[in-house]
């Protein structure tokens, strides 16, 4: 039997339809509903209309009824399209250390960086690493965010990346928001590996991925391109197998050092990820590509350094979407829309534009078209905030907390006070 829920009056619904999926957007581009009933069906957005009319018909169809009796804005439920929370231990050693004048990359050639992370993660049992995703995706769920990538990354080993993905896959199982895996086997050679880079590449194209497939664990591929993990030229045979394999590709680029890019273009991936270092170049090639720019806001403030120019990127013509890229060593903040709102305030973004980076735009870089958008059709995944100005949202930077989070038509976090 069909499940119907209904949820209004929603002061004003921020839909995010009809609006571009590359470029710049106008402040006043967004089509505002105000006085809104959105009912759903199954998890899918049936109706959204006018509170009055659709509220009667929604008790006909024996909706579980949720009224608002404050006003509340409603969003599409926030997509973090690039994190790695997945792993064990602390790096609050290598922050002081950068803090007090080590840059990332001599830190990593010390031994301390994403290394330290593969060491604790590899002791980790599953169950231990099931818990700390379950934890912090309940972070991101009281900030509105429903869907959330994963990547694994830190075991870089065929059975620790194995183990890493299970854990992403039994967490995704038993929490209210889709996970995304992604596996990021190739995010540095590991020290304990005897061969080159060729070599582990191989291994993990030859080996690995076939597992993953015949598991069902992930369905994409990252890379870390850069001085220190792998080159455009030891990469690129890399993902071109991993996309004869059938995988969908992103890839970590252009983070201190230009190249990585140029290689997401080369073999088509769906998003080029940091971009902090891209040049004027390198912008104009993405936005002349159908890669999507994903700028990562969380990395500049945990490391300390320039934002990934997504203005330049915007006025170009590229897509952008934002997200947290939550991780133990470059970003351990984890808060998507106060990132967003700083990058935005930073680099001069529109309302809409950073709307559409945590919401249709980062779901395009998940190649997912069920949601990112409040339409008919649509998923019913949606965040409301206590506010009846949209504007507000980002103009508290994050602290304007979300009262409800609804997953497939269900709330699934409500703020302690509402
Ligand atoms: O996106 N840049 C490479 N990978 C991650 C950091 C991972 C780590 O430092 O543990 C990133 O910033
Ligand atoms: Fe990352």
Not at 76 to 94: E, K, M, V
Not at 179 to 204: F, N, V
């Amino acid at each position: 039997m069909a499940e119907y829920s209904y949820f209004g009056p929603i002061a004003e619904l921020v839909s995010m339809d009809a609006l571009p999926l590359k470029g710049a957007i106008q402040e006043n581009a967004l089509g505002l509903l105000t006085r809104q009933g959105v009912l759903a069906r199954n998890g899918m957005i049936q109706e959204i209309g006018e509170h009055e009319k659709l509220l009667p018909f929604a008790k006909k169809a024996g909706a579980e009824i949720h009224i608002f009796d404050t006003p509340l804005v409603a969003l599409p439920g926030l997509i973090d399209c690039h994190t790695h929370i997945c792993f064990s231990g602390s790096r609050a050693r290598d922050y002081a250390l950068r803090n007090a004048g080590s840059t990332y990359l001599e830190i990593a050639k010390a031994g301390g960086g994403i290394w330290d992370t593969v060491t604790r993660t590899r002791q980790a049992l599953e169950g231990e690493l099931i818990r700390g995703i379950t934890t912090r995706v309940g972070k991101h769920i009281s900030q509105g965010v429903t869907t959330i990538e994963v990547k694994s990354g830190y075991g870089l080993t065929t059975e620790e990346e194995l183990k890493m993905l299970r854990a992403i896959r039994k967490a995704g199982d038993s929490v209210p928001a889709d996970l995304i895996s992604t596996c990021l086997a190739a995010h540095m050679l590991p020290r304990d590996y005897a061969g080159s880079s060729k070599e582990y590449l191989e291994m993990l194209g030859n080996e690995l991925l076939p597992r993953i497939t015949e598991e069902g664990l992930s369905k994409r591929v990252d890379a870390f391109v850069e001085e220190g993990a792998f080159s455009p030229s030891d990469i690129l045979p890399y993902l071109e197998k991993a996309k004869g394999l059938g995988f969908e590709i992103t890839v970590h680029a252009d983070q201190f050092t230009t190249g990585g890019s140029q290689v997401a273009i080369d073999c088509q991936a769906l998003s080029a990820d940091h971009l902090e270092a891209s040049t004027p170049k390198e912008v104009s090639a993405l936005a002349q590509s159908d890669v999507i720019a994903v700028a990562l806001p969380g990395a500049s403030l945990g490391l300390g350094c320039g934002f990934t120019p997504a203005r330049a990127l915007l006025d170009a013509g590229a897509s952008l979407a934002i997200a947290s890229d939550h991780n133990p060593g470059s970003a351990p903040m984890g808060q998507l829309l106060t990132q967003a709102a700083i990058l935005g305030a930073r680099e001069k973004l529109t309302t809409p534009e950073v709307f559409a980076g945590i919401t249709f735009r980062a779901a395009a870089a998940l190649n997912l078209s069920d949601r990112g958008i409040l339409r008919k059709g649509m998923l019913t995944d949606m965040v409301l905030f206590p506010t009846n100005d949209h504007r507000e949202i980002l103009y508290h930077q994050g602290s304007l907390q979300p009262v409800y989070t609804i997953k497939k038509g269900k709330i699934v976090y409500s703020k302690p006070e509402a």
